[in-house]
């Protein structure tokens, strides 16, 4: 009896582990494509158009209108959220997953050894498209405060853009659709 107790804790804990560590990778696979994204000119350059430029979706359109402060804080206020958006879900899958292994801990070593390889396969996936997605909306959005900045001031965002060189790609990408 107590050998069943311990199989179904276990593989309600593989269910869960294997969620949880999809979702947890996800968010890291998602991080990792947008880095990729907005250092690959290339990608940019076919990814930002004209088209794109003036017709922004509706996700954006809370960071698209200029802040009485300047454009540079739109860039920062969507960054934080985009920021925030996964490290919460992040820190929250973290969590289960440590609370997991930990629970499998105190069922046996065997059962530790398994979870901890069914982490391992969770990790083996690739980025799924809704992430996929988000990620491009976000880079479109920098791409439209961006357009947005340099047709009111160009000077002002090329100074800006010298001293925040990572997003140098996207600005040139921007220049070069319009």
């Known amino acids: 009896m107590r050998l069943l107790l311990h ?47 003036a017709n922004p979706s509706q996700q954006s359109a809370p960071y698209i209108q200029k802040n009485e402060v300047g454009w540079f804080l739109n860039i920062k206020i969507l960054m934080d959220a985009d920021k925030a958006s996964q490290q919460k879900p992040s820190v929250f899958f973290a969590l289960i ?39 491009l909306e976000h880079i479109m959005t920098i791409a439209i405060i961006l357009d947005r900045w340099r047709s009111e001031n160009p000077s002002e965002c090329d100074e800006w853009i010298k001293q925040t060189w990572s997003l140098g790609p996207i600005y040139e990408a921007v220049q070069k659709a319009r």
Do not use: P
């Open 7 to 53: 199989l179904v804790i276990e593989i309600v804990l593989a269910i869960v582990i294997l969620f949880a560590g999809n979702m947890f990778w996800e968010l890291r696979r998602r991080a990792k494509f947008v880095r990729r994204a907005i250092s690959s000119q290339q990608f940019l350059d076919s990814f930002v158009s004209r088209d794109a430029l």
């Open 97 to 135: 997953l440590g609370g997991i292994l930990v629970a499998s801990y105190f069922l046996g070593m065997a059962y530790l050894i398994v979870n901890l390889v069914l982490f391992g396969f969770s990790a083996l996936g690739s980025i799924s498209q809704s992430a996929r997605n988000n990620a």
